[in-house]
């Protein structure tokens, strides 16, 4: 794994979600690939052990349920030279109005609200520990052009572009910018089992889904943008032009 020029603080760390697989791996790659130290945060702690196995000892793997607050902060404790922070982690199960239940939207807005929350929270008195720092949240396209049959998932990924808004200027007294990538279609194992995105990426301008590794390159982007705050950033490969 090739490390980049890029000058960096010395001892630089980022803390990623859902680093264990899919995009969230992805950035975890990325930002070890720039020489920085990866927090790697995931509830499926074999996953963790085998992308440890396969990142090396900069990689560390942090199993946790994001949902719990409390546990987030056992498992964090004071981390050094914290700088960047990557709300990756995210469920999609599919849900209608006629089909929702209340344990279903708990799950969804739990992982992808709650959990952005507690992390972020957690992490913030070690980005001001360094001075300052960047939060990339995770929502998604559907945040803004909904997708058939993900009622609670839109939603709650439209949350978390509002709180990005909030943090940021909650938070930028502080040194912290906070954004938002919104993903359109993203090839990665958990997308393809949906069993519609081969048929989805016929509406997308460019004709394919992203790589990961393209959403891990904005996502680096954002973690080094000096004057961006609450913005997100949609990716999607044209999918809103039309």
């Not at 603080?9 to 690939?33: K, N, W």
């Amino acid at each position: 794994m090739a490390v980049s020029s890029h000058t960096e603080p010395v001892g630089s760390t980022a803390l990623v979600t859902g680093a264990a697989s899919g995009m969230g791996r992805a950035v975890a790659e990325r930002f070890l690939t720039e020489g920085w130290t990866v927090l790697a945060l995931d509830r499926d702690a074999e996953a963790l052990d085998k992308a440890a196995a396969e990142l090396g000892l900069a990689y560390r793997p942090v199993p946790v349920d994001i949902t719990d607050r409390t546990a987030v902060a056992e498992a964090l404790g004071e981390p050094v030279g914290l700088r960047a922070v990557v709300n990756a982690a995210g469920i999609y199960p599919p849900s209608l109005l006629a089909d929702y239940d209340e344990p279903a939207y708990r799950r969804i807005f739990d992982v992808n609200v709650l959990g952005t929350l507690n992390v972020t929270a957690e992490a913030v008195p070690a980005l001001r520990a360094t001075g300052g720092g960047t939060v990339v949240n995770f929502a998604s396209i559907d945040a803004f052009a909904v997708s058939p049959g993900q009622l609670l998932y839109s939603a709650s990924k439209a949350a978390v572009v509002c709180l990005t808004r909030s943090l940021a200027h909650e938070l930028g007294t502080d040194g912290i910018a906070v954004n938002a990538i919104a993903p359109g279609w993203v090839d990665t194992p958990g997308t393809r089992a949906g069993g519609r995105m081969e048929e989805a990426v016929a509406a997308v301008p460019l004709g394919r889904a992203a790589q990961p590794e393209e959403i891990a390159d904005w996502v680096w982007k954002l973690c080094h943008g000096s004057y961006l705050t609450g913005e997100t950033l949609v990716v999607s490969g044209g999918l809103t032009v039309r």
